[in-house]
């Protein structure tokens, strides 16, 4: 085999389409308007998510990364020899790297929604890492787990890093780890990142970038849903709204329409108000034994929790 190969594992069924339509018109016809994260994520979305991650509004990705070159050593040891590494919501599979070059991994597994991208980060994985048995799957992973059939369950060390859990409501968060400890064997670990609750100046700084970026990525569900629905959607009748809602411990994004409008989808029509929105996404903050709570209930042990010094962003490391 080529070094540079991967083994692709196709678990997007055919009916992605309808089932975005399907999912796309519940959340329009809904009192509040939503729509699922997910879908954040075509090829110009990951592209922009991306960009994010660089904005220096956006702590996250930096201070993770920094919390986990530092804890490198520590995770080693706790994930044990010829781990098989499992990312969830892989993306551009950059953090993955700096586990890949201090702890002992046989095989990695990247697990993905948006098709091309996982494509291209996996092959540019296995291209940089030849010992590497790099696979990927496209799926949907907030419809079910599955691991591919050639994926062994022993010695799995799940790694889901970007505080992506923060997109689950607690109640659906616990649901998706719980269905996690099923798919892991006893004693098998969960690296997982966790944003933390802060002051509200940061947080929704973070999701007001002064560049825009975030706001052209709320945005840009508009230009999918037009391309890929025949929604026509007039861009410019829309605005970005990010704000933290501290009952709820959560970030929320919002489309706003910014005068009264009407469409078509599938032979439906949708009324939007003047200033009505779609509720677009949620990213809970967490404290860290709000987290590790959380996770006991789902059956996930808390072996070992870092954090950054100003305490933005914690780590922890499960075991099932
Ligand atoms: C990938 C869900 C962790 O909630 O911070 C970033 C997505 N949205 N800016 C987050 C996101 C707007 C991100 N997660």
């Known amino acids: 085999m080529n070094a540079a190969e991967i083994h692709f594992h196709n678990q997007l069924t055919e009916d992605h389409c309808p089932t975005m339509a399907e999912e796309v018109l519940a959340g329009f016809t809904s009192k509040p308007k939503y729509c699922s994260p997910k879908y954040f994520y075509d090829q110009k979305g990951s592209v922009l998510f991306e960009k994010i991650c660089e904005l220096p509004e956006y702590y996250p990705t930096r201070t993770e990364e920094a919390i986990l070159t530092r804890a490198m050593p520590e995770i080693a040891a706790l994930a044990g020899e010829n781990a098989t590494l499992v990312e969830f919501g892989c993306g551009a599979s950059r953090k993955v790297r700096l586990l890949l070059e201090s702890m002992s991994v046989q095989r990695y597994l990247g697990i993905d929604i948006s098709r091309e991208f996982l494509l291209e980060s996996t092959r540019r994985l296995a291209a940089d890492y030849p010992w590497l048995e790099v696979h990927a799957a496209c799926a949907d992973f907030t419809r079910g787990l599955a691991l ?39 004693g098998s670990g969960l690296l997982i990142g966790v944003d933390l609750v802060k002051d509200h100046q940061t947080l929704e700084a973070a999701y007001n970038d002064a560049d825009g970026i975030t706001a052209e990525f709320n945005l ?101």
């Open 148 to 186: 591919p059939e050639a994926i062994d369950p022993q010695r799995l060390v799940g790694f889901f890093p970007g505080s992506s859990i923060g997109n689950f409501t607690p109640d659906a968060a616990e649901g998706f780890l719980d269905s996690l400890h099923r798919l892991l064997p006893p």
């Open 220 to 320: 840009n569900l508009l230009d999918r849903f037009q391309r890929e629905l025949g929604i026509a959607f007039r861009r410019e009748l829309f605005r970005h709204r990010a704000f933290f809602n501290a009952e709820k411990s959560r970030i929320e994004m919002h489309l706003e329409s910014r005068i009264a409008q009407v469409l078509q989808l599938n032979g439906h029509t949708i009324r939007f108000r003047e200033g009505e929105s779609i509720h677009t996404e949620n990213s809970y903050k967490y404290s860290v034994p709000g987290f590790q709570r959380l996770a006991a209930r789902a059956g996930f042990a808390s072996r070992k929790v870092w954090m950054d010094e100003h305490g933005l962003f914690s780590v922890h490391y499960l075991t099932a």
